[in-house]
């Protein structure tokens, strides 16, 4: 898997939060900018939060080549569609279709979090590697499967977030025990504070009254990132990667993440390859960067 090409295009990397938008030379920001999702709003509004970010990207930078635009949820590349996001609300929703009328350039589409490891595997922590999965741990979680060097690009693969790990708790997909529904960061903070009385907001703030010795949080913690490591066993288990790669929000932890996930795979891989577990190289930016990739591809298909 490779992109060799320096042209200069528009990456846009849609999340439920926020549009992380850039003009993009390869693995090089050269300019970047933010728009709210505001999916609060609906489903339209969020779209049209999409269009305006693209919209307003290809006015200030002309000279662009392509247009990338990668979205959460299921995500099917062959039609340009955006099928159905849980979290945004959205259905069936022609992105390239779109994008392609406002600006008139050839359209790259696909999935944000399979982007992310299209770029960590050209550019960052999965360099080198034949079989890897990234996996980035923010507002949902999904996994992007590289295989002998190339992306299994199925619009239902890598779903991890949805793996029954019995937490117990209601996912917004509508069963219970998934993963999303323990492990991610708005999960995180809805947990503790339905133990606590007092009430955080990020699961940042989470980490920091457990390292403080808050009980509540530490338990909270704990199983947030035991049932992450649970998930990750079964995935070593069937599908033997080189090198599993952390990313979102939720990674900038760091050896608060990395160290209980690594002692539970010792606990438990006996004859099995042992994966490296290792922090995404390329931050909140892989989505965007791969974005960028996939609209090279476009351009050059084109």
């Known amino acids: 898997m490779t992109s060799n090409n320096q042209d200069l295009v528009i990456g846009l990397d849609v999340g439920g939060t926020e549009i992380k938008a850039g003009l993009l030379k390869g693995s090089e920001i050269v300019s970047a900018r933010r728009w709210p999702t505001e999916r609060e709003k609906g489903p339209q509004h969020a779209v049209d939060q999409v269009l305006l970010a693209a919209k307003s990207m290809h006015d200030e930078f002309p000279n662009a080549t392509a247009v990338g635009v990668v979205v959460p949820g299921v995500v099917n590349t062959k039609t340009g569609v955006a099928e159905y996001s849980e979290n945004i609300g959205w259905r069936n929703v022609p992105f390239v279709k779109l994008v392609n009328e406002m600006t008139k350039l050839p359209v790259g589409f696909g999935h944000d979090v399979r982007a992310g490891g299209v770029a960590e595997t050209i550019y960052g922590a999965g360099k080198g590697f034949a079989n890897s999965f990234f996996m980035p741990i923010g507002t949902g979680i999904a996994g992007a499967i590289v295989l002998n060097g190339e992306l299994f690009d199925d619009p239902y693969a890598g779903e991890i977030g949805h793996l029954d790990v019995k ?136």
Not at 182 to 192: A, C, D, K, L
Not at 196 to 208: A, G
């Open 167 to 302: 937490s117990g708790y209601m996912c917004a997909c509508g069963v219970t025990g998934c993963l999303e529904s323990i492990s991610t960061g708005p999960s995180i903070v809805r947990v503790y504070n339905e133990k606590s009385d007092s009430k955080l907001e990020s699961s940042f703030q989470v980490l920091e009254a457990a390292k403080e010795g808050n009980m509540a949080a530490q338990e909270v913690w704990s199983a947030a990132v035991e049932s992450i490591a649970f998930a990750l066993n079964a995935y070593i288990n069937i599908l033997a990667p080189e090198v599993i790669i952390l990313g979102g929000g939720v990674s900038k932890a760091g050896d608060a993440l990395l160290e209980p996930i690594e002692k539970y795979l010792d606990g438990r891989i006996t004859f099995q390859r042992r994966p490296k577990i290792v922090i995404a190289e390329l931050g909140d930016h892989a989505g965007m960067i791969g974005s960028g990739i996939f609209g090279l591809r476009a351009k050059n298909d084109h």
